[in-house]
């Protein structure tokens, strides 16, 4: 299993042998600390907690606790699986140019947005006489059941939520700066954390 947890840098691009432009998203991941370990003979599965340190030499507390220390760890996630069992901590390393990986984090909040903007509307009519109809929902339906039906596509609070990414691939890894080079975009704003889960390439139709 290859997983960690970093900070979303920004965006950038990159140049391939053949002289094409690779549009890249920059991740910061000091080394995660394992900090809990889930084993199937004593939890009924194998899973292992990673800790990412706020700062570089961070170090790891002789008392090892589920809760969080915020002085120390910007974050904590569990990730199901196995790793070496020699381990107390993982970095870029594990990953190598070309892995395919799913990317997790908490996209950028909007605020309260209409449906144009949050469910991609078309709009109402340009033409002459249509005043104040342009960003309008228009009609959400029938008088029965005389309420809105669960789900409607309406306006409403968008962004800040949980999004996964999945099929990037690797381009490059700075072991020695502790950044990874992902291609194409991933979710959050600039300094969010993100989780990095490897996984099994799909060959493209």
């Known amino acids: 299993m290859k997983a960690l947890l970093g900070r979303k840098v920004g965006m950038s691009q990159v140049f391939s042998p053949n002289g094409d432009v690779i549009p890249v998203t920059l991740i910061s991941a000091l080394p995660n600390f394992i900090t809990i370990r889930r084993t199937v003979e004593k939890d009924g599965y194998a899973a292992v907690q990673l800790a990412l340190p706020k700062k570089e030499g961070a170090k ?90 669960k789900g409607m596509r309406m306006a409403g609070r968008m962004g ?23 291609k194409g975009a991933v979710p959050g704003r600039r300094g969010s954390v993100v989780e990095i889960r490897g996984i099994e390439k799909k060959n493209k139709l």
């Open 60 to 149: 790891l507390g002789e008392k090892r606790t589920p809760k969080i220390d915020t002085e120390t760890f910007a974050a904590r996630k569990e990730f199901h699986g196995e790793m070496p069992a020699d381990a107390s901590m993982v970095g870029v390393d594990q990953f190598v140019i070309g892995d395919a990986i799913e990317v997790t984090g908490v996209s950028k909040g909007k605020g309260y947005a209409g449906v144009v903007k949050r469910h991609h509307f078309k709009g109402g009519p340009k033409s002459h006489g249509h005043k104040h109809v342009l960003r309008r929902p228009g009609s959400i339906g029938s008088r029965f059941p005389q309420h809105v039906m």
């Open 160 to 182: 800040s939520d949980q999004v996964t990414v999945k099929n990037l691939e690797v381009i490059q890894i700075d072991a020695t700066q502790n950044l990874v080079a992902v």
